[in-house]
């Protein structure tokens, strides 16, 4: 076997050296305490397992500290993280404040106002939360902020045979919130197609 074969350094080893170097600085800082002790009191000296024990604390504590500030971080960067991760901006946020508020007819409505201003994504989203409130009223499926599209689909496939209005509401939804799309007009005729049909059975 070669000698480039051979590992040259690993953490293992890195950490076992500064935990040495550690212990090793606490040893001398104490023995240059106990230097001066002898003045005092000839027969005091520190044992082996003092070092240890110090050491050890050193250790927790140190370890102690980096999991508070660690801690900290993410409590006050965890709000960041949240909003970054489910693409959550001012305008999504209002409209989950008024989700529950509006009635069918209402997103309806609105969704024919935002298509009138050539708004077609806010105005596919506004059909999406329509179906959602008629599924609420109708009694098919209430309001659950955890239940996801996917989630949606498989339970509505216990109460209707066609599933493909609300696959095209839902989908669009995703590639609101998900994805980078642009939704045209030709979108939103789609949308408006399947809310038709939902609405219509």
């Known amino acids: 076997m070669s000698a480039d074969a051979f590992e040259k350094t690993s953490w293992g080893w890195q950490v076992s050296q500064i935990q040495q170097q ?19 009191s000839p027969q005091w000296s520190i044992d082996d397992w003092v070092l240890k024990l110090l050491n050890f604390i050193f250790w927790l504590s140190l370890g102690l500290c980096l999991v508070w ?8 960067l965890r709000p960041y993280f949240n909003s970054r991760l489910a ?10 404040i008024v989700e529950s508020e509006l009635s069918v007819a209402q997103w ?5 106002e935002f298509s009138h201003q050539g708004n077609y994504h806010q105005a596919c989203r506004c059909l999406y939360f329509a179906m959602l409130e008629h599924l609420h009223e109708q009694g098919i499926l209430p309001h659950k902020s955890s239940r996801t599209d996917g989630e949606y689909l498989q339970l509505l496939q216990m109460f209707t045979t066609s599933i493909q209005p609300y696959e095209t509401l839902m989908i669009t939804h995703e590639q609101l919130c998900f994805g980078n ?3 045209s007009a030709d979108n939103y005729e789609h949308c408006q197609q399947a809310y ?3 609405s219509n059975t």
């Open 108 to 112: 309806v409505t609105r969704s024919q």
């Open 69 to 76: 500030v660690g801690w900290r971080l993410w409590r006050e």
């Open 196 to 198: 038709q049909e939902i």
């Open 22 to 40: 550690v212990g090793e600085w606490f040893e001398y800082q104490l023995s240059r305490f106990d230097w001066a002790l002898p003045k005092l």
């Open 87 to 96: 693409g959550h901006n001012s305008t999504n946020s209002h409209f989950k």
């Open 181 to 183: 799309a642009e939704i």
